[in-house]
Every structure is written in structure tokens, then in C-alpha cells.
């Protein structure tokens, strides 16, 4: 039994120090998904934390078809969808992004700035744009597990990333972006 496995049996069991371990293994990739989606580096946190709370709570829905990641990532994105469509949420989502919103692994001021950049311009994305590119260019999921993420088809998952980079791609031709990056 692989170490997944395991762990799913022992969190229907409700074992906690499972629920640790997942969190442990998982908890960077769902806190990155919601703060490019979200753009809040505070709700990011409390929405990570409810996603791995609501998979605690729900792990027995969890059928076995594709990754505990990518089910993980689902829950993380219809998270950040309904944090979304609140009335109130809408205000705050055009504040501007903040240098220490999105840790930054590149060494060199050149490469922070252009990363936090081209992260602003995947930011100024339509929504059901921004969420591919997110799911795939920085969670390396594959068009079949994004498709089972969004519960969409895979055909339809590949339309909105090629809309979503042609979008990106004209935003950088244009001199808003940052120069020389590709998607």
C-alpha cells in the first residue's frame, strides 16, 4: 500500500495524525492554488485550512478516481470560487497584490519582480481562465486531472488554457507584462 493509500484508510478511520501527514504533504500546493486565485494572502490561509478540513470531514466522497492532490485542489477551488461570489468579497477583489503576498523561491530582485509580475498578469485573468493556468502551469496537474478537479471535460479544460495563454500572451506583447516571458 502505497503512502496515499495509507493515509486515506487511516483518515476514514479519523485519524488526525493523518490528517497532519496530508497537510504536511500537501499544504504548500493547496495554500499556493488559493493565493493565486484569490489574491489574499489571509484568506488564502483560512481557505487552506478548510480545505483540508472539509477533506478530513468528507474523505469517505473520495472515490479513488485520480490523485488525493488533485481532490484536494478541487476542494481548494470551489473554496476559492464561493469566497468569491459573496457580495462582499467582490470589493476586495481588485486590491492590489503585495510584495510578500506570494513567497518567492527565484534568487535576485530581477527575477522576484518579473515573477510577482507575470503572477499580476495571470491575477488580471478571467476567473475561469486564471484557475487552468493556475491548476496546470503551477500545480503541474494534467489536462485529465484538472478536468476531474473542475468536474468539466478534458476538451473543454484544453480550450480555456489555450484561451487563457492567448490572453496572457497578447497582455505581454503588449508591454503590460513582463518582457521576454513565455507561457
Known sequence: ??????????LRQGDGSALSKLMDRYGNDVYRTAILLIKDRHLAEDISQEAFLAAFQKIRQFRGQGSLRAWLLRITVNLCRSKMRLAAWKRLLYRDMTDDAIPST??????AAARLSLMSDI???????????VL???QELTIKEIAAALGESEGTVKSKLSRGRTLLRSKLEEGDGVDGATI
Open 136 to 138: 496546470y502551469y503551477y
Open 123 to 133: 491575477q488580471q485573468l478571467p476567473y475561469k481562465y486564471r484557475v487552468v493556468i
Open 1 to 10: 500500500m502505497n503512502p496515499e493509500q495509507e493515509w486515506i484508510e487511516r
Open 106 to 111: 527565484e534568487p535576485g530582485p530581477e527575477q
